[in-house]
């Protein structure tokens, strides 16, 4: 069978162009801005953790909503590739092996964000399984440093352990929506859950 020669062009392809022009680091800042819409995510004033931060359009939209009053802490395994305004940081550091402790510990962010994604490799059960570990460490951070009623955003490819991962999610928030944005590629089978006011740890004395 003769394989097509070209793809079509797809509308998505536009994403790429507008966030060179509005000077976003990256295509995937349309996704959060869409997820913010829809739940309304981000604050004047926020305190906002963004894991798997590389190369920065995050952190750069998060630091505008949240404006001065707020602060951004994007983390990732590479360095900033943008410059980034005095509201928001970048550390360098491997989510896998940092403390939430070293993040800032209990309560120290309103919002935490996981756009994390493994390197992929083309063999799709292991890609969804490092991105289901990659998913589970980024909730593990959010457990341990968002306030009671925070919410988390954390990426994860649909596949074998994507209940096991909504359940989790399920078990620490109030509500939890799946969403896939139209800035995601249409080939690509990454979805966001997004858990929406964090119950109280069971056990926890609250300071409320
Ligand atoms: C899709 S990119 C993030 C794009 C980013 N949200 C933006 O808008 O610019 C995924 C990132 O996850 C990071 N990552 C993967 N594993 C990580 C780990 N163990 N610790 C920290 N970052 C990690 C990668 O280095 C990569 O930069």
């Not at 097509?4 to 790429?16: E, I, L, M, V």
């Not at 939890?176 to 119950?199: H, M, T």
Request: charged share 25%.
């Amino acid at each position: 069978m003769r394989r097509r020669a070209r793809r079509q062009a797809r509308p998505q392809d536009s994403f790429g162009k507008r966030a060179q022009k509005e000077g976003y680091a990256a295509r995937s800042v349309y996704k959060l801005q869409e997820i913010d819409r829809r739940v309304r995510l981000l604050r004047r004033g926020m305190r906002v953790l963004d894991l798997g931060a590389a190369p920065g359009s995050w952190t750069q939209y998060a630091a505008e909503q949240v404006g001065r009053e707020g602060k951004v802490l994007g983390v990732d395994l590479q360095p900033a590739g943008v410059s980034l305004p005095p509201q928001a940081c970048f550390d360098q550091l491997d989510i896998t092996t940092a403390t939430a402790a070293s993040l800032g510990g209990p309560e120290a962010f309103e919002v935490v964000l996981s756009d994390m994604a493994p390197r992929t490799s083309g063999m799709r059960h292991r890609d969804q399984f490092l991105s289901f570990e990659l998913y589970v460490r980024a909730l593990e951070i959010a457990e341990q440093t968002l306030v009671a009623g925070g919410t988390f955003v954390g990426k994860i490819f649909q596949g074998g352990e994507f209940e096991q991962a909504r359940d989790a999610t399920r078990a620490r928030f109030r509500t939890v929506r799946i969403i896939k944005p139209e800035a995601s590629r249409n080939e690509s089978y990454e979805v966001f859950l997004v858990g929406l006011d964090r119950l109280p740890t069971p056990g926890a004395t609250s300071s409320a």
